[in-house]
């Protein structure tokens, strides 16, 4: 297959933030901050809500002209006890009330590992977790989108990490609800990604975008993210990929970076904005 | 596929560790040390060769009744600039005299990335370089071992992060003296482990088999390791895969652990025999 070419993003129209990016800010804060600065979209982590009405978060978010894209995150559905699974769907189940609630149309999975049990049954209890919260999805008209995670987190974060293993979890729902969320951190080294992006195209299931940077080296396994063109990854290319499919989504920047947390977040918004332009 | 059940270990007869693994130990008392706990082989890292003639080493290793199973490491092939591949090239043909010199058969290949290019191409100046160096390896008769490295190495470590692409360079390489390294750390996330061992053996180009354990959570990318049966890979299980294929070869330790290193190495060659024949 030929890659397509990648096309430089001339404005901020398709550019989103997750909260959990510039985390020092209060939810109230970066709306208030992304709005100033002409960032078009926001995806709320859960620990922002803490103490929150999501409706009212909601209302701020639309008011300041802001589109709510995501919550992050639902999923974590393996356990080894049968009550610490159904204490997972229960929480995925707030999760989606509190997506409606906020006004996201979509929920991005983390989909869990359990230690002590093989990849394949976590696996299998993830598409049970899904399944269970299906029907609460279907009613408040939220998606979920299954996030393939770096195999460095197959430990414990989650036993689905590649695109292959998430259009396999995806065809056992078989569900329009029910689809993907590409991060280019978890996927840019697998040589299989052209052809599980087109089809994730071709079925209607590539549900969300989300860029960053790997950072040589990388000092930590969780907060040591790159801003998009401090790393390694072809981040152009793999957008072309999915731009390819139809896509016309949000380009999503989730970056957990203790280095950046530490410094000043307007300065780093502004960079952001900056890496946005010329190396996404 | 049914997996293979995996039968217990229950001598040392097999039992090969990696001097990288008791890294504070100079190699003769790496050699001392191995044989005095009735450790079987021996492999070898070229770092413990600074200042020493490899044919005595190998010398050493015999008369102390121990097997040299490999040298660790050549590869690093890619790289940017021309002058930089022959550089690899070169330094893969001193390898290949020390494993003859140290009478070891096998050199294992961390095959390389060079940052500033796809891995497509890093990928194909690996097997550039190893076909440039396989007229060395035949004439020393060495065999030589791609290692597939988990892909959070895929950045500047190695560009084959996974038993498929390793069988990929093997078939185009297409030589009795090329094939594949298994490391149960690099591969154990896997959900194609089962057919790919399997077709490993069916091709007569399962070399080695390595293993340590992966730990929860891990604290550093490179020197976090964990001894057999601290953490979350069923050992046991791969191992049984690997039998399954008739490989009747060493079950090398190769720990790379801060931890560790900074523990007494004596007792920590007893808890390995301890993890080798518990936990492996």
Redesign the interface.
Request: with cysteine; net charge negative; charged share 20%.
């Given at each position: 297959m030929n890659a397509p070419a990648p096309s430089p993003l001339t404005d901020l129209s398709r550019l989103c933030i997750h909260t959990a990016t510039t985390k020092p800010w209060a939810i109230e804060t970066a709306i208030e901050r992304y709005a100033a600065a002409g960032v078009a979209g926001i995806t709320v982590w859960r620990d922002t809500l803490e103490g929150r009405r999501p409706a009212k978060i909601g209302e701020q978010i639309r008011d300041h002209g802001l589109e709510a894209v995501s919550l992050c995150r639902g999923g974590f559905f393996p356990s080894l006890t049968a009550k610490g699974r159904q204490e997972a769907i229960d929480d995925n189940r707030r999760a989606i009330e509190q997506a409606a609630g906020i006004g996201a149309p979509l929920i991005v999975l983390v989909c869990g590992a359990a230690?002590?049990q093989?990849?394949?049954d976590s696996r299998q209890q993830i598409v049970d977790g899904i399944a269970a919260v299906l029907p609460d999805a279907e009613a408040a008209g939220i998606r979920l989108a299954i996030e393939p995670l770096?195999?460095?987190y197959?430990?414990?974060r989650s036993a689905i990490?590649t695109l292959a293993?998430a259009h396999t979890a995806c065809d056992q729902l078989n569900h329009p609800l029910v689809g993907i969320a590409a991060d280019v951190y978890h996927i840019?080294?697998?040589?299989d990604l052209p052809a599980q992006i087109a089809k994730a195209g071709e079925l209607d299931r590539l549900f969300a975008f989300h860029i960053c940077d790997?950072l040589?080296?990388?000092s930590h396994?969780l907060t040591d993210r790159g801003l998009m063109g401090e790393?390694?990854i072809?981040i152009p290319a793999i957008r072309a990929m999915v731009e390819a499919t139809g896509f016309t989504g949000y380009n999503e920047v989730e970056i957990f970076s203790t280095r950046w947390w530490e410094s000043d977040q307007d300065e780093f918004l502004s960079r952001i904005k900056d890496a946005y332009l010329q190396h996404s």
């Open positions: 230690l002590g093989s990849l394949a770096h195999p460095m197959a430990d414990d990490n293993q840019w080294w697998d040589d790997w040589t080296p990388t396994l790393g390694c072809d």
